[in-house]
């Protein structure tokens, strides 16, 4: 991020929902992964700093945001993360991701580039391959949540933790940023009503090889398969059954009573070829994705909040 003067209103501006007074102090513990931060505006690198180990991440910050600095950082720490502004001292972000992809020492990280400026009209990555994710300002917390759980290798246990450190915070963007539809915490507070009576039933729907999906061909091209799949959720889910995320991952579940749960499930498999179809166009490389599928109901003897539903819905899927 460029810091010449007059700007520095516009950023702060970007990041008003920080909220310094209202995040705890992190609770010591291994860290979800490791994030290298590369950002030249001081202001934003605490910013980073305050959000990503509130959250469980450890927390590298490259000195004074600078390009070199941060090939340097990067080969030695080995971070799971590289976030990344496009202007900065000594060369800009894109060269920098540039000349990580050409060591192969850190050819493995992926690099969420953060910017103002739309990537289909920056000049600058024309004839460069897919981005890992490119990331517009202004941003909500949340949403910049969702894109580091995508680009890092958690499992579902470091899922879990995110998910519980995440509902310790207001949230302030209430659906999902690709999908639209409704959020962890959204769910989280309709779930006392949505499990309270017998019958209930739940079912997680996911693509499964998403990450591979985003490592091969961009985050761009994965969302676009993530949003038809969403849409797809919304139209088979009827108005008994509610439709929101598990987490920052691309799971969604499905819950309501046990028959409209099913009927739904049934309709998504039926329908789920229009996905292929959505891939093959964007993702020819890649073989068609597979809908992965996990059940449960109340005749597990389960009350569940959220953490509880997730480890439900856990398990070998079902695909189809």
Sequence with gaps: MSSQPGTRPARRALFQNARFAALPAPTPSRPLARVLVSDDDPDIRQ????????????????????????????????????ITDVH?????????RDMLRANPATAHIPVLTVS???????PRLAGSGPLDDYFLKPFTFEALLYRVAALLPLGAVAHDQLVARAQ???CYEHFHPVTGLPCLHTLS??????????????????????????R?????????VQARLGALVRAVAGPE???????????????????????ATAAL???FESVQQVAARCAAPLPPPRLRLCHTDDRAGLEPGLLALRAALRGEPGAA
């Excluded at 990503?52 to 927390?59: A, P």
């Excluded at 900065?88 to 920098?96: S, V």
């Excluded at 499964?208 to 999906?213: H, I, T």
């Design 116 to 122: 103002t400026m739309d990537p289909m009209s920056d």
């Design 88 to 96: 900065k001292p000594g060369f800009d972000g894109h060269r920098l």
């Design 216 to 224: 091969r061909c961009g985050r761009p091209v994965a969302e676009g």
């Design 168 to 170: 310790r915070f207001a």
């Design 241 to 263: 059954v509610f439709v929101a995320h598990l987490g920052f991952d691309p799971q969604v579940a499905l819950v309501g009573p046990r028959e409209a749960v099913a009927a």
């Design 269 to 271: 498999v039926a329908r």
């Design 47 to 82: 910013i980073y700093a305050l959000l990503l180990t509130s959250h469980g991440f450890e927390y590298i910050g490259a000195p004074a945001g600078a390009g070199p600095a941060t090939l340097e950082l990067a080969a030695r720490v080995r971070p799971h993360l590289l």
């Design 189 to 214: 507070s309709a779930l006392p009503t949505l499990t309270g009576r017998p019958g209930w039933a739940a079912t997680s729907v996911s693509i499964g090889g998403f990450a591979a999906l985003v």
